[in-house]
């Protein structure tokens, strides 16, 4: 009995402790944490439950673990408010995955991303063709932020009082210079009017085509692959 109750005594300070911890460290949305931010709020949870079940630690030992990890966090936070040269290091910086329409493909796999990882990203955003994107940032949290195309903003038609038109989903037809034939399949299409496609644009080889996108009554999308290779981004 005594055993249990110097656990229920510590879970409670533990407890105590880490909203404490929370409160002093600010009030970031778990949306806005940065890798480190997750990495370290998991450290400190397995630190205090590892505490927790250790015989030889009481609440002295736990006490000790939340404020010395607390306190490392919180002297991180000062460094990161107080020297700007520091946040690039600690905290990274977003990256330019889609610039004036066209896919980064080195930044794309600097962050570890695919098309479809991508394109899952962007529906978040409720953006559901990549032709709409006229920049695209991966942030430091993984999020991704956008921003269409000028004739894909605001106003929309409802706002124009225009009639409403067919609305249809893009489906995906060429990544990373492959053909997706499943896709090419449902939309009731072939590869040889993909090829003529592909030719009328330019493109001699499905391996130049970084992205295809096709959508019904709209000339196929295509994206050659580009890559930045340590370039800065102009304004033009």
């Known amino acids: 009995m005594q055993a249990y109750m110097q656990m229920f005594y510590e879970t409670l300070f533990g407890f105590a402790a880490l909203f404490v911890l929370t409160?002093?460290?600010?009030?970031?949305?778990?949306?806005?944490l940065t890798p480190f931010d997750f990495i370290s709020a998991l450290i400190l949870?397995?630190?205090?439950?590892?505490?927790?079940?250790?015989?030889?630690?009481?609440i002295p030992q736990i006490g000790f673990v939340i404020a010395l990890w607390g306190g490392l966090l919180y002297i991180t936070e000062i460094i990161t408010n107080r020297f700007k040269r520091t946040r690039l290091f600690l905290?990274?910086?977003?990256?330019?995955?889609?610039?004036?329409?066209?896919?980064?493909?080195?930044v794309?796999?600097?962050?570890?991303?695919?098309i479809n990882q991508l394109q899952s990203l962007l529906r978040a955003?409720?953006?559901?063709?990549?032709r709409d994107v006229e920049f695209a940032f991966m942030e430091t949290n993984g999020t991704v932020?956008?921003?269409?195309?000028?004739?894909?903003?605001?106003?929309t038609?409802?706002?124009?009082?225009?009639?409403?038109?067919?609305?249809n989903l893009a489906a995906t037809l060429i990544t990373d210079g492959e053909i997706i034939y499943d896709n090419l399949e449902e939309k009731n299409l072939t590869e040889e009017w993909l090829m003529q496609q592909l030719q009328d644009q330019g493109y001699d080889k499905?391996?130049?085509?970084?992205?295809?996108?096709?959508?019904?009554?709209?000339?196929?999308?295509?994206?050659?692959?580009?890559?930045?290779?340590?370039?800065?981004?102009?304004?033009?």
Not at 125 to 130: G, M, N, R
Not at 145 to 155: G, I
């Open 157 to 167: 038609r409802q706002d124009m009082k225009l009639s409403p038109q067919e609305v």
């Open 125 to 130: 955003k409720d953006v559901f063709s990549l």
């Open 108 to 114: 794309m796999k600097k962050n570890n991303l695919d």
């Open 145 to 155: 932020s956008v921003l269409r195309k000028s004739d894909m903003q605001t106003p």
């Open 23 to 32: 409160k002093v460290l600010g009030k970031t949305q778990i949306s806005q």
């Open 91 to 106: 905290e990274g910086s977003p990256d330019i995955i889609i610039y004036r329409g066209k896919l980064i493909r080195d």
């Open 45 to 58: 949870g397995e630190l205090v439950g590892n505490a927790l079940f250790d015989k030889n630690a009481g």
């Open 206 to 236: 499905v391996e130049d085509v970084s992205y295809a996108e096709y959508e019904k009554g709209k000339e196929l999308f295509i994206l050659p692959f580009v890559n930045r290779n340590h370039e800065k981004f102009h304004g033009n």
